[in-house]
């Protein structure tokens, strides 16, 4: 366990990490002479394309160009990584919108952490060549369009859209209603790609190559593996945060040392936010950190509390756990939604649980489907029953009377307050 020193500096170096970028956006290159004006660019699309309910989105790279460009596409757009392509639209910059719940977004932050400044809506694009990006994630890219096509065949949306997105972290396909029910219901953090699936699939390597080579072999397999799959899922925050505490972990199991989840989270979250400290104002990665650490700290305040509980069935285990992931982001739900949840629990308790099976199933439908469509039916029946559950449970709990209710204005002062009381209350038992 992290010492009250440890948890100090943490949380000293996060807030001091918070109001530098409160308050700092990058600053965007000077196209302001072609702003609302027609523009035509030539570009190499630097990222997977984001297939969502209406349209693509793709992040350009202009020529010659350090920052990037989001261009809007109609959603049939049959565009891939490191195509170069010609677009012709109007040039804009992002704006902040209020979102469903009343909030406004930050859009312009938000695509500003991602080097994108400006956008073309609805562009006219020409393809010039493919193939001009880099060959590993080419050939990745490729396989993980053929493994999402494979859960399509024997997995009918919106459940495909859903195992996509509890495997790869793709969610853009889930229509804003049902985006709208993961929030009210406070399991909005259950489609940030955790570790949970990357520590599932990679002791799963381990053990099915164990059967052939040597221990210290397989768990370098799992290393290169962990690797590709960081890179095949986008490079996103949260995956990248899970990447390195399942590599420590490896690295633990090769050295014959201990592996201390909690120190492995904080040295994840402190390498990324040394690197890009921009990373910190990452909702999907807040959500996914502050989730893990409150699974891995706070049980043991918490199982105090519910001794009534039964043990059987892991019933008080898995309510620990939920209260425990519920308390640690409630504080970044409210600040960043606006959304107070009065169903978090149950909708917590009825739906993770079955996460793991849901993703086994579905990565067998995926995997299988390489080999046989045939074949992988059996495994997608089952998965589209789970992910069935999945989104009944929380359609049914978010339309229940006063599910929950829109606060507009949840100040950042009063969020670092919260994590600093939190973190003194967990700190007790250290």
């Given amino acids: 366990m992290l010492s009250k020193k440890e948890i100090f500096l943490i949380c000293i170096l996060i807030i001091i990490a918070i109001i530098r970028f409160f308050f700092f956006i990058p600053q965007a290159p000077d196209y302001d002479t072609f702003l609302n004006k027609k523009v035509s660019v030539e570009g190499i699309i630097n990222d997977i394309p984001d297939v969502r309910v209406k349209n693509t989105r793709v992040s350009v790279t202009p020529t010659g160009k350090d920052e990037n460009i989001l261009v809007i596409l109609p959603r049939n757009s049959d565009v891939f990584y490191g195509d170069k392509i010609q677009i012709n639209g109007v040039l804009e910059k992002p704006e902040n919108f209020i979102a469903s719940s009343g909030k406004e977004f930050n859009y312009e932050r938000y695509l500003a952490n991602r080097d994108i400044y400006y956008i073309i809506n609805n562009a006219e694009i020409e393809i010039i060549s493919h193939n001009n990006g880099n060959k590993i994630k080419t050939i990745l890219f490729k396989f993980r369009n053929l493994f999402l096509e494979n859960i399509n065949q024997v997995v009918s949306p919106p459940y495909s859209d859903l195992a996509s997105g509890l ?9 804003k209603t049902t985006q709208a029910e993961f929030i009210s219901t406070g399991t909005i953090h259950i489609t940030a790609l955790s570790g949970y699936n990357v520590t599932i699939v990679v002791y799963s390597i381990i053990k099915f190559f164990g059967l052939f080579v040597s221990t210290t072999f397989s768990i370098v397999l799992g290393i290169i593996f962990i690797l590709l799959f960081i890179i095949m899922a986008g490079g996103g925050a949260t995956v990248v945060r899970a990447g390195i505490m399942a590599f420590i972990a490896l690295l633990a199991k090769i050295t014959n040392r201990n592996y201390q989840a909690g120190r492995a989270l904080v040295i994840a979250g402190l390498l990324m936010i040394a690197y890009d400290p921009r990373v910190i104002t990452d909702v999907s990665f807040q959500l996914s950190f502050l989730a893990t650490a409150g699974i891995l700290f ?5 199982i105090r509390w519910i001794r009534w509980i039964p043990a059987r069935f892991q019933l008080r285990e898995n309510a620990a ?20 949840s009065f169903v978090s629990l149950p909708a917590n308790l009825l739906v993770l649980p079955v996460i793991p099976i849901t993703m086994l199933f579905s990565f067998l439908s995926g995997i299988i489907g390489f080999i046989s469509p045939i074949l992988s039916l059996p495994f997608g029946y089952i998965s589209e029953f789970l992910l069935s559950y999945i989104l009944t449970i929380i359609h049914l709990i978010a339309t229940l009377p006063f599910a929950s209710i829109n606060i507009q204005s949840f100040p950042i002062i009063l969020t670092i307050i919260l994590y600093i009381l939190i973190i003194w209350w ?4 250290f």
């Fill in 167 to 175: 495997l790869l972290g793709t969610k853009g396909n889930l229509d």
């Fill in 298 to 302: 706070i049980p043991v305040k918490i």
């Fill in 321 to 340: 756990i939920t209260i425990s992931a519920t308390i640690a982001v409630l504080p970044t739900l409210l600040y960043s939604t606006g959304v107070l």
């Fill in 426 to 429: 967990v700190s007790e038992d």
